[in-house]
C-alpha cells in the first residue's frame, strides 16, 4: 500500500500478557519512529529507527518496552507483562530524507 | 529542553468564522522545524505544513495560514471562514534538526486543541 500499515489495529489483552504491534512503513523510508497517545500524557515519543543506526530509545517508559526492525523494513514493538497504563493508541511513522512524518492509523492497546 | 505548548484545549466557534490556534515553542537549537499536524475524529494524523527554522515566512494555503514568529517562539495557526469539517484536535510539533545527512529528529508535540466547528 501506498501508507504507514499497522496491525492489529485494535488490541485488547489482560494485564499482565506480552503484546507485539506490528508497523510496515512507506516503502523505502529509512526512518521509523514508534509514538504513544494516551489521554493524560499526550503524544509521546518511544523510539526511532535511521537505516542501519542503532536506535534512538530515549522514549521508551520502561524495560517493559522493546522495539525491533528487521531488515531496515517492518517494525515490532513488543510490550512486555503488560500494565493498565500501557493502554494508548500506539503510532508508526516513517519518512525519508528530509521529509515529513507520514503516520498510520494506529494500534488502539486495551489492558483490562 | 524542548517544549511545545498550546494553551488553548478547546474551541468553539461557529461555521464561516475565522479561528487562530496558539502555539508556543522552546528550544535551545539555532536549526530546528515546526509542524502541523491534524487528527480528525477518525484518528489518523494528517501532516498540514512544516517549516523550518531560517524560514519566517508566512505562509498561506487555500483558507489555511500560518505565522511563524522566532521573536516570540511562536507558530500560529490561522483558519479563515471555518468548516464543519474542519473540527478536529490539532497538534503542534517540534523536532530538531535530525543527525542523519539533515532528517529531521523525532516529534515533540503540544497537548493538541480540539477544534469543534458547528453549522
Known amino acids: 500500500g501506498a501508507g504507514v500499515s499497522q496491525s492489529p489495529s485494535n488490541k485488547v489483552t489482560e494485564k499482565g500478557k506480552d503484546v507485539e504491534l506490528r508497523c510496515d512503513p512507506i516503502?523505502?523510508?529509512?526512518?521509523l519512529y514508534w509514538y504513544r497517545q494516551s489521554l493524560g500524557q499526550g503524544l509521546e515519543f518511544l523510539i526511532y529507527?535511521?537505516?542501519?543506526?542503532?536506535?534512538?530509545k530515549s522514549g521508551l517508559p520502561s524495560d517493559r518496552f522493546s522495539a525491533e526492525r528487521t531488515g531496515g523494513s517492518v517494525s515490532t514493538l513488543t510490550i512486555q507483562r503488560t500494565q493498565q497504563e500501557d493502554s494508548a493508541v500506539y503510532l508508526c511513522?516513517?519518512?525519508?530524507?528530509?521529509?515529513?512524518?507520514?503516520f498510520g492509523d494506529g494500534t488502539r492497546l486495551s489492558i483490562l | 529542553a524542548q517544549k511545545v505548548t498550546q494553551a488553548q484545549t478547546e474551541i468553539s466557534v461557529v461555521e464561516k468564522e475565522d479561528v487562530t490556534l496558539d502555539c508556543v515553542y522552546e528550544?535551545?537549537?539555532?536549526?530546528?522545524?515546526l509542524f502541523w499536524y491534524k487528527q480528525p475524529p477518525s484518528g489518523e494524523l494528517v501532516f498540514l505544513i512544516r517549516?523550518?527554522?531560517?524560514?519566517?515566512q508566512n505562509e498561506i494555503s487555500g483558507r489555511y495560514s500560518w505565522n511563524f514568529q522566532k521573536s516570540t517562539s511562536s507558530f500560529n495557526f490561522t483558519i479563515t471562514a471555518s468548516q464543519v469539517v474542519d473540527s478536529a484536535v490539532y497538534f503542534c510539533?517540534?523536532?530538531?534538526?535530525?543527525?542523519?545527512?539533515?532528517?529531521?529528529?523525532?516529534?515533540?508535540f503540544g497537548k493538541g486543541t480540539k477544534l469543534s466547528v458547528k453549522p
Open positions: 511513522a516513517s519518512t525519508s530524507g528530509d521529509r515529513p512524518q507520514h
Open positions: 516503502s523505502g523510508h529509512t526512518a
Open positions: 529507527f535511521q537505516g542501519n543506526s542503532a536506535p534512538d
Open positions: 528550544t535551545r537549537d539555532t536549526t530546528y522545524y
Open positions: 517549516r523550518n527554522s531560517f524560514d519566517e
Open positions: 510539533a517540534l523536532s530538531q534538526w535530525g543527525s542523519y545527512g539533515g532528517s529531521q529528529g523525532n516529534l515533540i
